[in-house]
């Protein structure tokens, strides 16, 4: 029987970790996401086509802050402590309650790679997730060849499943995709020892 979710669904959560907030997304982050957006290193295996204006970032915040009223999920802006710069988004979406599941998303600016900062991150929604939404599955999606994000995932408890055959449209062809689940009872394990 799936788990009931356990916080206050009418405010956002925020989270800290040792070096990072996450916090909500605003409008007035909309310059700094863009810059990271539009980065042709960021861009590079995510599945979607590359913004060209400023319109475009302002509504894809709009989506993702509209996750957490919908009751579909949770997008973090990910921000340096003390400093509070945007360095990338971490969250939830895809959040199907009566499956206790939900998908992972994530990005970086490449600045901050390899400083095990989506890892930090990556924990804190994890435990956010199995503790207060009361998820037994978290899948993730990644492009094939995307070799960082596989080890951040596997480094993170994942397992790859398999390959999704041209399961995504971007950038004008289909693209294939990994997929990756961490479930409640490895989590749980992995916490243990």
């Known amino acids: ?26 409008q007035e982050d909309a310059p700094r996401l ?12 995510l599945v979607l086509d590359p913004f060209t204006t400023l319109d475009q970032t302002l509504e894809m915040i709009s989506i993702l802050k509209n996750l957490h009223p919908l009751g579909g999920g949770f997008r973090w802006a990910l921000t340096l402590v003390p400093e509070e710069r945007i360095i990338g988004t971490c969250g939830f979406h895809n959040w199907k309650k009566e499956h206790s599941r939900a998908e992972l998303g994530y990005e970086l600016e490449p600045l901050n790679w390899g400083r095990g900062l989506m890892s930090e991150a990556i924990r804190a ?6 503790e207060r939404m009361g998820l037994n599955r978290i899948e993730a999606f990644v492009t094939t060849g995307n070799v960082r994000s596989l080890g951040l995932l596997e480094r993170n408890g994942f397992s790859m499943e398999g390959t999704l055959r041209q399961y995504e449209w ?24």
């Open 34 to 45: 863009h810059e990271i957006w539009t980065d042709p290193e960021v861009l590079r295996y």
């Open 170 to 193: 971007a950038r004008g062809s289909f693209q294939d995709q990994w997929v990756f689940s961490l479930l409640r009872r490895d989590w749980e394990n992995r916490r243990i020892v």
């Open 125 to 130: 929604a994890l435990d956010f997730g199995f």
């Open 1 to 26: 029987m799936p788990q009931e979710s356990s916080f206050e669904t009418s405010s956002f959560p925020e989270i800290a970790t040792l070096r990072l907030a996450l916090r909500e997304i605003r």
